[in-house]
C-alpha cells in the first residue's frame, strides 16, 4: 500500500510494485483504510499532518517516522494514540543488516525503482533537477 498526495503518482506507484494507492487527500479513500493497519513506514520528509494516518492503524499499531521534515510536524492528537493504545515512533536509516533486509524484502516483493545512471561530472546537475 502506498499513500500519496498526488493523484498523478498513481501508475508509476502501481508499475513500480505498489498492490494500492490511496491518495491521502481523498477523505473517502482513506476513511476505506481506518483501523486497518498494523503498521505504517512514514517517509515524508515535509511537516504534515500525522492524525490522518495514525488513524488507519489497528489497536496497539505503530506508525514509524523515518523522513526528516525542516521544520516540525504539527503534533498529534493525544485521544488518537491513547483510545487504541497507537504508538508514534521514529528511526534513523538503518546499517548495512537493516538496509540489506529492506533490499530483500523489495526483492521478494517485486518493489522496484526508477533509476538513472549518471556520471560523476553531472553530478550538480542531477542534484537541480532532483530538486
Known amino acids: 500500500m502506498l499513500f500519496t498526495t498526488s493523484p498523478g ?3 508509476d506507484a502501481l508499475r513500480l510494485g505498489a498492490k494500492e494507492v490511496v491518495v ?3 477523505s473517502d479513500e482513506m476513511n476505506a483504510h481506518l483501523n486497518s ?9 515535509a511537516p504534515h499532518d500525522l492524525d ?6 489497528k489497536l496497539d499499531g505503530t506508525m514509524t517516522l523515518v523522513g526528516a521534515p525542516s521544520s ?20 534513523l536509516i ?13 526483492a521478494e ?5 526508477d ?3 549518471i556520471a560523476m561530472a553531472q553530478i550538480n546537475e542531477a542534484y537541480e533537477r532532483m530538486l
Open 109 to 113: 516483493h517485486g518493489i522496484v525503482a
Open 94 to 106: 538503518g546499517g548495512i543488516p537493516e538496509t540489506q533486509q529492506m533490499l530483500d524484502f523489495c
Open 37 to 45: 493497519f498494523d503498521f505504517i513506514l512514514n517517509t515524508v520528509a
Open 52 to 57: 490522518p494516518f495514525l488513524t488507519l492503524l
Open 9 to 11: 503518482k498513481k501508475d
Open 115 to 117: 533509476i538513472e545512471p
Open 72 to 91: 516540525p510536524h504539527p503534533w498529534p492528537g493525544v485521544f488518537g494514540l491513547i483510545m487504541k493504545r497507537r504508538r508514534l515512533a521514529g528511526s
Open 24 to 26: 491521502s487527500k481523498n
